[in-house]
């Protein structure tokens, strides 16, 4: 919720000003904002009035403001830039390079680290110089930094939600890279090799009419290996809107790269329907691939009919794409308000249907998450294996889990709480 403390402005406020600063901020923070909107604003503002609090804070929010995800950011940067007398010392916290022991207590709420960007407009915080001219027997403390971890590993282990505007550009570059290798199935179809443990009579036979008869050496024969496919079912619901975007991107990457395992790569998207983006995903450009994507999906952002939607791919493409023991990837928080016993059999349904059904819950980030939501206690007994999907050390673990087939997550640790 937001709070609403008294407003103290000067004498010469100049407030048609500070809106417009206030809507450059906006801007840098990642909002569509032009010069029309900065207009609007100030007539929305003249309108309403400036003696209510709150009636000014939604007054901007309605102008400024048209996605769900939007009003997160508007949030912060309001707080920020309008409401914290000591915004500029937090700003600088927020920026400062974190050392284990003297950070704050609390890490930044969602967004906030781009609205400290967005405000700080590219200054880094300077550090006091150090007063040589205190006691001889001052007591001066050094930090060996020289093992702490790098920028990169740091990075791998930042919740997506938590990431500022850079260290979302550079976590998709780290998503870029990511590969997920799948140990090839062995099929009932045979192959001739050296180091097979059958032999083919028919073969050897046939060989051996063509040397007049003489059977001079056996052919062996061994299982013929074949890779299954993946089919990644994303949730891009307003709940799951952080993390969906960074899984398309490692979708994306694992769809295009070379010699990566998977026969094929189907990837759908589902909040209130469900939507085929894998013919987007195969575009070699990854931002021309996702808005695509997003442009196909009408349904970005809205709310969450998780059963509904599974019982449409069942329907309509379960026996297009799971054909060879296909892997599925089921990225959702589980958070729905469907009928759960329509969403058990259909969950249910799909893992018959499938090789393996790995769910991927950013919720797992918690260290009290507990199966409590309808949806996820009808979800969690027909998966194989629950594991978190809210950083990239969680997707970078899904690559492990897959070379283990009997590995359950954190299944068998959460069932016994349902």
């Known amino acids: 919720m937001v709070e609403f403390p008294a407003l103290d402005l000067p004498d010469d406020p100049k407030l048609t000003q500070n809106i417009a600063w206030f809507a450059r901020a906006l801007r840098k923070a990642g909002l569509p904002i032009g010069p029309g909107k900065v207009i609007e604003a100030i007539r929305a503002v003249e309108a309403v009035g400036f003696s209510s609090k709150p009636d000014f804070f939604y007054t901007l929010s309605a102008v400024f403001t048209a996605r769900p995800e939007e009003a997160q950011i508007f949030a912060q940067v309001f707080r920020l830039y309008w409401r914290d007398p000591r915004y500029m010392e937090h700003m600088m916290a927020l920026m400062l390079p974190a050392v284990r022991g003297v950070q704050e207590e609390r890490q930044a709420e969602a967004a906030e680290k781009r609205a400290a960007e967005a405000l700080l407009d590219g200054a880094t915080p300077e550090l006091p110089e150090p007063d040589d001219g205190g006691a001889d027997d001052e007591v001066k403390i050094e930090i060996d930094a020289a093992r702490t971890l790098s920028d990169e590993e740091r990075l791998r282990s930042l919740d997506f939600e938590q990431m500022s505007t850079e260290e979302i550009a550079r976590a998709k570059r780290m998503l870029a890279r990511l590969r997920l290798p799948v140990p090839p199935i062995l099929s009932r179809r045979l192959q001739t090799s050296p180091t097979g443990r059958r032999y083919d009579a028919r073969r050897s036979l046939r060989a051996a009419m063509r040397r007049g008869g003489e059977l001079s050496q056996l052919t062996r024969v061994a299982p013929r290996p074949r890779w299954p496919n993946l089919v990644a079912l994303c949730d891009i619901s307003g709940s799951m809107s952080a993390y969906s975007r960074m899984v398309l991107h490692f979708l994306h990457a694992v769809s295009n790269a070379e010699g990566q395992g998977w026969a094929r790569v189907h990837a759908f998207t589902f909040g209130t329907r469900l939507t085929n983006i894998t013919r987007h995903l195969r575009g070699r450009d990854v931002d021309a691939a996702l808005a695509a994507a997003g442009a196909e999906a009408q349904d970005w952002q809205g709310g ?23 892997v599925v990837l089921l990225i959702t928080d589980g958070l729905d308000r469907d009928d ?46 629950f594991r978190a999907g809210h950083n990239i050390a969680a997707l970078e673990d899904l690559a492990a889990a897959l070379s283990r087939p009997d590995d359950p997550g954190q299944k068998a640790r959460l069932t016994g709480r349902l």
């Open 304 to 326: 969450t009919r998780i059963g509904a939607c599974l019982e449409s791919f069942n329907r309509d493409w379960s026996r297009r794409v799971m054909g060879q023991g296909a």
């Open 340 to 385: 759960p016993d329509r969403l058990a059999r259909e969950i249910e349904r799909l893992q018959l249907s499938a090789r393996r059904l790995i769910w991927l819950n950013p919720l797992l980030r918690w260290d009290g998450f507990a199966p409590k939501a309808r949806g996820i206690a009808a979800m969690l007994p027909h998966v194989d294996s």
